[in-house]
């Protein structure tokens, strides 16, 4: 993967980018997606923010490379500090990262949020607390989509502040979105997870230290969630 070719899912996270958009893209690694929007034309300005300074040092590699210094910034920031008033932010993009990780993040820089900027994530697991943190600040979910790469599934979730939005526990569990559409991808991610699940339960109940009923009870659940799902 580089800046001229994206892997399948920085493509479908590319594809919900709003055109002329200023991009902050959180945690950008080499800074492929916004050097490689940037060559297409879909977007104006860019924010490449990382935590970290060998992937920082990487993404100023790519975009001097691609002679982009005047129109992406590159800065060292922890999560959405790398966002300034003055970058005019209408599109945040997070990949690659754990969902829970990507709600912290949010969360922890909403003083940084106008509310006006499109969310693209693109989380790794845990996509149910991030959709109840989104849920909980007022952000619909536009589109939901779901992949397999190289043997793992990929979710993106695009969300907007859109005022008070109530989704049901098993909509943030398997995406409200998904849930409707019922894709065959869809499908196969949850016919997979079920006997994961089943599995775990079986080995819970042989386990001789005992388990919190509390976290038998959340699995036990979340099979009859599934079981429906796939009835």
């Known amino acids: 993967m580089n800046e001229h070719t994206l892997s ?16 902050a893209d959180i945690g950008s690694d080499h800074a492929y997606l916004p050097v490689a929007l940037l060559r297409r034309g879909v977007i104006a300005t860019a924010v490449a923010g990382e935590v970290a300074l060998t992937p920082l040092r990487a993404a100023e590699r790519t975009v001097v490379k691609n002679d982009l210094e005047q129109r992406i910034s590159v800065r060292l920031a922890n999560g959405l500090a790398a966002i300034e008033p003055e970058d005019g932010i209408t599109a945040i993009s997070l990949c690659g990262m754990g969902g829970e990780t990507i709600r912290d993040i949010l969360d922890s820089g909403k003083a940084r949020l106008s509310g006006r900027e499109r969310l693209i994530l693109q989380p790794n697991g845990g996509e149910q607390p991030l959709r109840q943190w989104l849920m909980e600040n007022g952000y619909r979910i536009l589109c ?15 969300a907007e502040r859109a005022g008070p939005v109530a989704y049901t ?14 894709t065959p991808v869809f499908l196969a991610k949850w016919q997979r997870l079920l006997r994961q699940k089943q599995k775990t339960l079986i080995c819970l109940a042989k386990a001789r230290q ?9 699995i036990a659940r979340q099979v009859r969630w599934i079981s429906a799902l796939l009835a």
């Open 169 to 182: 526990a098993e909509e943030l569990y398997f995406g409200p979105l998904q849930l409707q559409a019922r």
């Open 8 to 23: 399948m899912r920085l493509e479908r996270v590319a594809a919900h980018m709003p055109a002329g958009a200023h991009l």
């Open 144 to 158: 939901e989509e779901l992949l397999r790469e190289n043997r793992f599934y990929y979710e993106i979730i695009v």
């Open 210 to 218: 005992a388990v919190p009923e509390e976290k038998l009870q959340e």
